[in-house]
């Protein structure tokens, strides 16, 4: 389980070189979203949520396909189109149908809890798009998309929750009868889905884990010592990470039970109240563009301690561990933060604290741990996201890898929103030296960092 620290030093070289203009996957059509002949319903701001998280590289490689049900649309399968567009005014994008009643079934088949899947008036499915991504970050490309993906989730989870819904994450699918359901490309792979319910609807109280992101399922019963893979659908070096990881067998699965995550010893830091409460937050995404990603220094400017606990409490409007199972631990890095001590924090959301665990640590070092160490300096604050993969994987299979990026995904965005709302800019850095900066803050060497998110003022 190398795979973050080996794939990011791979990747780094080759993503900051200038690329020929044959290999920007960005500059080309993709064929499989094109749908000639289908039919198309325009769509406008108010009738869909938002599909504006920030991807890690501005490409956005992630697929959004929603099973409808019961609304002003036909039911069916639709693709969404974002570059969609009809000569009528204030359209946002195109819902393209794909399916009919067959393709439902098949879809809702794929997943543990059948009736749950069913009724579902919004069935969101997101996929990767990894030939977006493979030309930037190579065999690190599989997790990058998987945390874009998360990040989508969060988007729509939130702007969802804005509008009154009820949304659940569903996180145990067999993968293979979406992806033939779906009719996806051999480089495109089904990644997690949500079910939208009305907020009068009174199934949505019966869900598996009340909503509360408890539980995950693990592929771990189903497991093989060789596991053989399609070539022909999973031909590539970064597709067969998936194969490995698949659900393929819902009777084989073993759900789990979120684990309870234990703050190290350490001098506790209670945070302050945020400024706004959930239902305040909410109602102030309507107003907020995801802006584009820019790679740009840090001027140097502190943050306020109310801001900063903000930011962090506001983790938990959506659902802090969205795909179950709390695997992820929360570092928090502290350089420029009004009243808090410069130093390495573990966030215990239960506790609403921080809790530190080492002291302060030498700025220039840390903005050396990353490939471009003028874009990491003047940082406010740092979240570290990391993991034990031994732990997680003995508990949850293959399945895990997926469910933390995912997760990672989504803590991102949060964060972003927040920042947008605090007018800070935030940004998950990519390219980062593993283990240099694990030891630089005292990790433990049984975790692995899994992601980065930098907080400052551009």
Request: aromatic share 12%; hydrophobic share 40%.
């Amino acid at each position: 389980m190398r795979f973050f620290s080996e794939n990011y030093h791979q990747s780094i070289c080759f993503a900051r070189k200038e690329k020929p203009a044959e290999v920007c996957w960005e500059t080309q059509k993709n064929p499989d979203r094109r749908y000639k002949g289908c039919n198309r319903i325009d769509m406008h701001q108010d009738e869909i949520p938002a599909f504006g998280y920030v991807s890690g590289d501005n490409l956005k490689p992630v697929g959004v396909y929603v099973v409808v049900r019961g609304r002003h649309v036909p039911d069916g399968v639709y693709a969404y189109d974002a570059a969609g567009r009809s000569k009528v005014p204030d359209v946002v994008g195109q819902l393209v149908r794909i399916g009919g009643r067959d393709e439902m079934k098949k879809i809702v088949a794929a997943f543990p809890d059948k009736d749950f899947a069913e009724e579902a008036p919004l069935l969101y499915i997101f996929t990767g798009l990894l030939e977006r991504a493979v030309w930037h970050y190579r065999e690190a490309a599989y997790a990058q998309v998987m945390q874009d993906a998360g990040s989508c989730v969060a988007s729509v989870m939130l702007h969802s929750k804005s509008k009154g819904a009820k949304v659940f994450a569903l996180s145990g699918f067999v993968d293979d009868e979406i992806a033939v359901a779906l009719g996806l490309p051999s480089t495109e792979i089904p990644l997690a889905a949500l079910a939208v319910f009305p907020e009068y609807s009174e199934l949505a109280f019966d869900s598996v884990d009340g909503g509360v992101g408890e539980t995950a399922y693990s592929n771990r019963g189903e497991m093989e010592p060789d596991i053989g893979y399609d070539a022909s659908r999973y031909a590539a070096m970064f597709m067969r990470q998936n194969r490995v990881e698949n659900i393929t067998d819902l009777s084989k699965c073993i759900r789990i039970r979120r684990l309870a995550a234990q703050a190290l010893p350490g001098e506790e830091f209670p945070l302050t109240p945020a400024k706004f409460d959930a239902p305040t937050y909410l109602s102030k995404l309507e107003d907020l563009v995801a802006p584009f990603k820019m790679f740009a220094p840090y001027r140097k400017v502190g943050i306020d301690l109310d801001d900063f606990s903000s930011m962090l409490r506001w983790l938990e409007v959506g659902q802090i561990n969205l795909f179950g199972a709390g695997l992820l631990k929360i570092w928090v890095i502290s350089f420029d933060i009004m009243f808090v001590f410069p130093g390495v924090y573990r966030y215990v959301p239960v506790r609403k604290s921080i809790y530190m665990q080492s002291g302060i640590l030498n700025v220039k070092k840390f903005a050396k741990c990353h490939v471009v160490p003028e874009e990491a300096e003047n940082t406010a604050f740092a979240l570290l996201l990391t993991a034990d993969l031994n732990e997680s994987c003995n508990l949850l299979g293959e399945r895990a890898y997926r469910y933390m990026n995912l997760n990672a995904g989504y803590l991102a965005e949060s964060m972003n929103i927040s920042g947008q709302m605090l007018r800070k800019t935030t940004r998950s850095e990519r390219f980062f030296y593993h283990d240099e900066l694990r030891k630089l803050c005292d990790i433990p060497e049984t975790e692995s960092i899994i992601a980065e998110i930098l907080v400052g003022k551009a």
